[in-house]
């Protein structure tokens, strides 16, 4: 597709329960990411990947999330064991790659821990 | 090293009038520097960017100003419109890494 697609808008767990946040980037992009934006101000990078390979999870808190981008399958962020702090906006983006910095963001997924 | 550091964090501004915002960054690594355009409940989205190389860029009433020596980038947005009320960030790109690092934004509030 043309822009790219977060599933659910919003979700809402219970502090200990698994999230699970949905990306599908636009077609024909080679690289995806996923950042974590809390109290509607900083940007926190997370991951990346190339294609279905991880590129970079320096940002990622390893202990309770996981990532995957599997071919012909929307790309995944999942926490396990929520935490209140994990409360936040989620946005994917994706890019062509190459010499293209260009992001392309989606609207995010709403993350409420209670 | 990674840090963008931005201002204002909040700016009001008449109908007309000339919206500045201002970035400043610590890694010389970065190789591209866009500004995002985010309104409530959206993502981001790219809205202008300029590399080092060149010390201005004008699209439309949006220009980035670029100061590579004193590692400064700015944001002007002639005859501002109450449309133009968003929060903008500004970002530097590091090319090995293929990484945006934001600035903490700024919410720009444009009065009819």
């Known amino acids: 597709g043309e822009e790219v697609a977060q599933t659910p808008k919003h979700l809402v767990r219970g502090e200990g329960q698994k999230a699970k946040l949905y990306c599908a980037p636009i077609k024909g992009h080679s690289y995806v990411f996923w950042y974590q934006q809390v109290l509607k101000n900083e940007f926190k990078f997370l991951i990346s990947f190339q294609n279905e390979n991880v590129f970079d999870e320096t940002g990622m808190p390893k202990e309770r999330f996981s990532a995957k981008c599997l071919p012909n399958s929307p790309c995944s962020l999942e926490i396990q064991a929520t935490k209140l702090e994990d409360s936040a906006v989620y946005f994917c983006?994706?890019?062509?790659?190459?010499?293209?910095?260009?992001?392309?963001f989606g609207s995010g997924t709403q993350l409420s821990v209670l | 090293q990674q840090q963008v550091k931005q201002s204002p964090q909040s700016l009001i501004v008449q109908k007309g009038g000339i919206s500045i915002i201002n970035c400043a960054y610590e890694?010389?690594?970065?190789?591209?520097f866009p500004w995002y355009q985010q309104f409530p409940g959206k993502g981001p989205a790219l809205l202008i960017a300029i590399r080092p190389d060149v010390s201005e860029k004008k699209e439309g009433r949006f220009t980035i100003s670029f100061n590579k020596s004193a590692k400064q980038f700015s944001l002007h947005i002639m005859d501002s419109q109450p449309g133009d009320s968003a929060t903008y960030f500004c970002a530097g790109h590091s090319g090995s890494a293929r990484q945006l690092t934001f600035g903490s934004g700024t919410q720009l509030t444009v009065l009819p």
């Open positions: 983006a994706s890019s062509q790659g190459g010499t293209n910095e260009k992001l392309f």
């Open positions: 890694n010389t690594a970065f190789d591209y």
